[in-house]
């Protein structure tokens, strides 16, 4: 695709691949610092997406956080946090989550024709509800994005989401964090599932940079020739 947005995917996982364990409560992956630099990231974009599980699992705000970037956002004639996206097979979504009911700025949720209508009942009063074909693809989204002025997506997952925008070759750059610990429970959800992925030992990912966060590590891959060292 030409003139897609530029796509950042960003996860955080234990030592052995888990993105969360298998219990009700939130697993806290990352750190203060980490959490800082997150921040930093959601501020350079136009758009965060993550997936409607995410949604009704972590209720996410999706907000920037600092005060001085929301500012520096504004200046730039900005929203003060980038557009909030969300891609639902369902339909299953509730219009009190946070991310439909914090931050004034647009709310876009991707659905299939087939549920549609009832996505509008669910969530059309506080969100933009977008068509996108059957089923919904990551080009699909993007093609959208990019007609709405978006140029740079950050993708905060779950783990399906991200293996959907990896297999089908549309990512740019991949965070990857590693906390310092093993979840060893197969019930909980990892980084990706089964795909066919461009990366592959006869074509490896390109490391840009290697980091440690405190107790944490940061890995940044560049997956396109889009992706700079220093961005």
Partial sequence: MTGRPYVLLSCAMSIDG??????????LLSNDADLDRIDAVRAAADAIMVGAATVRRDDPRL???SER?????????????PVKVTVTASGDLDPTARFFTMGDGPKLVYCPSGVAEKTREQVGAVATVVEAG????????????AGR??????????????CQFLTA????????????????????????GDG???????????????????????????????????R
Avoid at 18 to 27: K, P, Q
Wanted: hydrophobic share 40%; net charge positive; glycine share 10%.
């Fill in 196 to 230: 066919r992925f461009p990366w592959h030992p006869g074509r490896r990912a390109r490391v840009v940079e290697v980091r440690q966060i405190g107790d944490v590590v940061l890995t940044r891959y560049a997956l396109s020739d889009r992706c700079a060292p220093d």
């Fill in 18 to 27: 888990y993105i969360d364990d298998a219990t009700a409560e939130r697993l």
């Fill in 69 to 81: 970037r929301r500012a520096e956002r504004v200046a730039r004639g900005l929203p003060p946090s």
């Fill in 63 to 65: 907000l920037v956080r």
């Fill in 149 to 162: 002025g978006v140029g740079r997506l950050m993708v905060e997952g779950g783990g399906t989401l991200h």
């Fill in 169 to 192: 070759g549309v990512a740019d750059e991949l965070h990857l964090v590693v906390a310092p610990f093993f979840v060893g429970d197969r019930r909980a959800p990892r980084f990706v």
């Fill in 134 to 145: 059957e089923p919904v693809t990551p080009h699909a989204v993007l093609a959208d994005l």
